[in-house]
């Protein structure tokens, strides 16, 4: 007995110096918050909404380009320096290739369905080689040109329309937002359902009653997905409650925006079953027909509204921040006509053909990106197993978030951070691209869970902006010198 409680012991004692031994080799946290018991910094999270800037604000105040914020159990780690974000989404890939298991992500997906938000898995990894051939590759891209075409002579259309309508005598001549929002929305559908309306078409071509809920659902479900829901952190509260209301919110606009989409996909596989469709037309289409592997309707209805999102999401904040800086400095606006004018001329519409030959309009596309990224972070990263970066510690399930603000304005790469200006982007004749491999700011994003979406996306953002500068004239409403350009509280958005 007495040998036997001399051996526990001397175990006991081994692995407590063992232990104590490895965690003194560790190296320390990135610096951060004092977290408090249990909670972690929960509290002091609820006292400063918006999170994103509250999470900006200490990184300053801590003057450090990585933090470490503990809420609950969940070590949530922030970037915004350019070497340190390569050190984690190219360097250590591999290791950061997962998304997090939380509501927003669930519910959206409907239970990890679709591609940008499920955790590492076999289905993902099939999601992404299936949009790497029907989407991203060139010949399915050019695929749906003709759709995407249509869609940009209704973008003149509709503006055209605008104009010489009686709204012009009023004040409130055109409102861009809506312009560009309905424009990246009816590409978005029409690339997936063969058509941009789910109503009638309104009399001037532009959004009816369905289209507008159906884009706002959009919105609701992009600022509630990793909102920093409580119950993400504390996972076991959201079986007893809705602590924020953020699962209310976004169970109705998934809702709202499965109204619209899921009949059109039943009623199309039906299609296909009975024999009446045998080409495809569009994405749904190739969903519907994949064999390798086979998608469920539900995995398609999923798979369809995370693209959707995804098409829409980033391209029409930034067009609408370009024009608004290009408007308020005529000396842009005229560089970028002038290369339209002389690249294009002005006895045709621009294509999409000419897009790679406009450098300077992909410069303000790609300005636009990097001083108004749509979204604070990036999609969140999370550690597959303990790792070091950045000299320090980074513990498995860690979740990482790059800071889009923290390097497209950082005053360490760029001059001049908070100025646009597209030149900064021009290299000669070199062909200006929206990527930024070396992180110096995050447009796409890089490695395993970088965009797929480059190509559509870059060719929807050059086009709107081309073709409104194209198109028209532009100048401030009477009585406004210029642009306010100035952000929402809650979000980057233009207020
Ligand atoms: C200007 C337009 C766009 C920008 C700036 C953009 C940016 C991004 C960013 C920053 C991410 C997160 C990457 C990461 O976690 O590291 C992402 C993911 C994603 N994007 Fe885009 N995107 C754009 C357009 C598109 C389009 C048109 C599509 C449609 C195919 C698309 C599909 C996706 C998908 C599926 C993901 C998730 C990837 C994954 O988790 O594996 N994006 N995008």
């Given at each position: 007995?007495?040998?036997?409680?001399?051996?526990?012991?001397?175990?006991?004692?081994?692995?407590?110096?063992?232990?104590?031994?490895?965690?003194?080799?560790?190296?320390?946290?990135?610096?951060?918050?004092?977290?408090?018991?249990?909670?972690?910094?929960?509290?002091?999270?609820?006292?400063?909404?918006?999170?994103?800037?509250?999470?900006?604000?200490?990184?300053?105040?801590?003057?450090?380009?990585?933090?470490?914020?503990?809420?609950?159990?969940?070590?949530?780690?922030?970037?915004?320096?350019?070497?340190?974000?390569?050190?984690?989404?190219?360097?250590?890939?591999?290791?950061?290739?997962?998304?997090?298991?939380?509501?927003?992500?669930?519910?959206?997906?409907?239970?990890?369905?679709?591609?940008?938000?499920?955790?590492?898995?076999?289905?993902?990894?099939?999601?992404?080689?299936?949009?790497?051939?029907?989407?991203?590759?060139?010949?399915?891209?050019?695929?749906?040109?003709?759709?995407?075409?249509?869609?940009?002579?209704n973008l003149l259309?509709?503006?055209?329309?605008?104009?010489?309508?009686?709204?012009?005598?009023?004040?409130?001549?055109?409102?861009?937002?809506?312009?560009?929002?309905?424009?990246?929305?009816?590409?978005?559908?029409?690339?997936?359902?063969?058509?941009?309306?789910?109503?009638?078409?309104?009399?001037?071509g532009g959004h009816?009653?369905?289209?507008?809920?159906?884009?706002?659902?959009?919105?609701?479900?992009?600022?509630?997905?990793?909102?920093?829901?409580?119950?993400?952190?504390?996972?076991?509260?959201?079986?007893?409650?809705?602590?924020?209301?953020?699962?209310?919110?976004?169970?109705?606009?998934?809702?709202?925006?499965?109204?619209?989409?899921?009949?059109?996909?039943?009623?199309?596989?039906?299609?296909?079953?009975?024999?009446?469709?045998?080409?495809?037309?569009?994405?749904?289409?190739?969903?519907?027909?994949?064999?390798d592997p086979q998608?469920?309707?539900?995995?398609?209805?999923?798979?369809?509204?995370?693209?959707?999102?995804?098409?829409?999401?980033?391209?029409?904040?930034?067009?609408?921040?370009?024009?608004?800086?290009?408007?308020?400095?005529?000396?842009?606006?005229?560089?970028?006509?002038?290369?339209?004018?002389?690249?294009?001329?002005?006895?045709?519409?621009?294509?999409?053909?000419?897009?790679?030959?406009?450098?300077?309009?992909?410069?303000?596309?790609?300005?636009?990106?990097?001083?108004?990224?749509?979204?604070?972070?990036?999609?969140?990263?999370?550690?597959?197993?303990?790792?070091?970066?950045?000299?320090?510690?980074?513990?498995?399930?860690?979740?990482?978030?790059?800071?889009?603000?923290?390097?497209?304005?950082?005053?360490?790469?760029?001059?001049?951070?908070?100025?646009?200006?597209?030149?900064?982007?021009?290299?000669?004749?070199?062909?200006?691209?929206?990527?930024?491999?070396?992180?110096?700011?995050?447009?796409?994003?890089?490695?395993?869970?970088?965009?797929?979406?480059?190509?559509?996306?870059?060719?929807?953002?050059?086009?709107?902006?081309?073709?409104?500068?194209?198109?028209?004239?532009?100048?401030?409403?009477?009585?406004?010198?210029?642009?306010?350009?100035?952000?929402?509280?809650?979000?980057?958005?233009?207020?």
């Amino acid at each position: 007995m007495i040998i036997f409680t001399l051996l526990l012991i001397f175990i006991v004692v081994f692995i407590v110096i063992r232990c104590t031994q490895r965690s003194r080799r560790l190296p320390p946290l990135p610096l951060g918050p004092k977290p408090f018991p249990y909670i972690g910094s929960l509290i002091p999270m609820l006292k400063n909404k918006p999170t994103f800037r509250w999470i900006h604000r200490m990184m300053e105040e801590m003057e450090t380009k990585i933090i470490c914020i503990r809420l609950g159990h969940v070590h949530v780690i922030a970037v915004s320096d350019p070497k340190i974000a390569c050190e984690f989404l190219k360097d250590n890939d591999e290791i950061f290739a997962s998304r997090p298991d939380c509501m927003s992500g669930y519910l959206t997906s409907d239970g990890y369905l679709n591609t940008s938000l499920v955790p590492m898995s076999d289905h993902w990894k099939n999601m992404r080689r299936i949009i790497a051939t029907e989407i991203a590759s060139a010949s399915g891209h050019k695929w749906l040109q003709n759709k995407r075409g249509e869609e940009a002579d209704n973008l003149l259309r509709f503006m055209y329309n605008r104009c010489e309508s009686n709204v012009l005598v009023t004040e409130e001549v055109v409102n861009v937002r809506i312009i560009v929002q309905q424009y990246t929305s009816n590409i978005a559908r029409k690339i997936m359902f063969g058509s941009s309306y789910f109503g009638k078409e309104s009399a001037d071509g532009g959004h009816g009653d369905e289209e507008i809920e159906h884009v706002e659902s959009f919105f609701t479900i992009l600022a509630y997905t990793y909102a920093f829901c409580v119950t993400d952190f504390f996972p076991y509260l959201r079986w007893i409650t809705d602590f924020d209301g953020h699962e209310r919110i976004i169970r109705s606009a998934i809702r709202t925006a499965r109204k619209y989409q899921d009949p059109l996909i039943d009623e199309r596989i039906q299609q296909w079953k009975d024999g009446v469709m045998t080409k495809k037309d569009d994405l749904l289409d190739v969903f519907i027909n994949l064999e390798d592997p086979q998608l469920t309707p539900d995995h398609i209805k999923s798979q369809i509204l995370d693209l959707m999102i995804a098409t829409f999401d980033n391209t029409w904040n930034s067009i609408e921040w370009a024009l608004a800086e290009m408007i308020n400095e005529p000396r842009i606006l005229e560089k970028a006509v002038h290369e339209l004018d002389s690249l294009v001329g002005k006895d045709r519409l621009v294509q999409e053909s000419d897009l790679v030959h406009l450098n300077y309009i992909n410069a303000c596309v790609k300005e636009a990106l990097r001083l108004h990224p749509i979204a604070p972070f990036t999609l969140p990263r999370v550690a597959s197993r303990n790792t070091t970066v950045a000299g320090c510690f980074i513990p498995k399930d860690s979740q990482v978030i790059v800071s889009r603000v923290g390097l497209g304005r950082n005053h360490e790469v760029w001059d001049d951070p908070l100025t646009f200006n597209p030149d900064r982007h021009m290299n000669g004749n070199k062909v200006v691209v929206l990527t930024s491999h070396n992180l110096h700011m995050l447009s796409f994003s890089t490695g395993r869970r970088g965009c797929p979406g480059v190509l559509l996306g870059t060719t929807i953002a050059v086009m709107l902006l081309s073709r409104l500068i194209q198109g028209f004239s532009w100048e401030m409403p009477p009585n406004e010198p210029r642009v306010v350009l100035e952000e929402s509280l809650h979000n980057l958005w233009m207020a």
